[in-house]
């Protein structure tokens, strides 16, 4: 029987969640470089697309996809670009959404942590399916981001 994720909508079967699909991912980043060049979108469309961000951080993640992809950074240059505002030291806000926050719209996904798990077969594919996960979860988070001091 086919389940669905009440945050993004994502199709699983078999007793998969989106989270044991993540975690799963999270594994193959850390333990395999290929894998881990597209870090900072697995985590960014996850915690998107999960409501997983304050709304302060999804000001900040949005502007942080905005300059990837609008500049064609790659891993390394996203990384050293994000690390520079989100030590908590420095920042003034939290980056996960607290339990009593007010909730987010719902937004169709066009893509989800599913389709990537569904499609790729290696670090290769892997990678070009984040990246369009990645683009997709960026140009669509829009309404998460209404009325949001930007």
């Excluded at 951080?57 to 994000?82: C, D, H, Q, T």
């Excluded at 996904?109 to 990537?116: G, K, L, N, Q």
Aim: glycine share 6%; hydrophobic share 35%.
């Amino acid at each position: 029987m086919r389940e669905y994720c009440a945050d993004c909508g994502a199709a699983h079967s078999e007793g998969r969640t989106c989270q044991s699909i993540y975690h799963e991912f999270m594994a193959l980043e850390f333990s395999n470089p290929g894998y881990g060049r597209v870090h900072f979108l697995t985590v960014a469309c996850y915690m998107i697309q999960h409501h997983g961000y304050s709304d302060e951080a999804l000001v900040w993640v949005e502007a942080k996809l905005s300059a990837y992809f609008m500049n064609n950074l790659n891993g390394p240059e996203i990384r050293k670009l994000a690390a520079k505002d989100t030590d908590a030291s420095i920042r003034k806000w939290e980056v996960k959404r607290l339990k009593d926050a007010p909730l987010l719209p719902k937004v169709s996904w066009s893509m989800t942590i599913a389709d990537v798990d569904k499609q790729m077969y290696d670090s290769e594919s892997y990678g070009e399916l984040i990246t369009e996960w990645g683009r997709r979860t960026w140009k669509e988070m829009t309404p998460l981001l209404k009325g949001k001091d930007s």
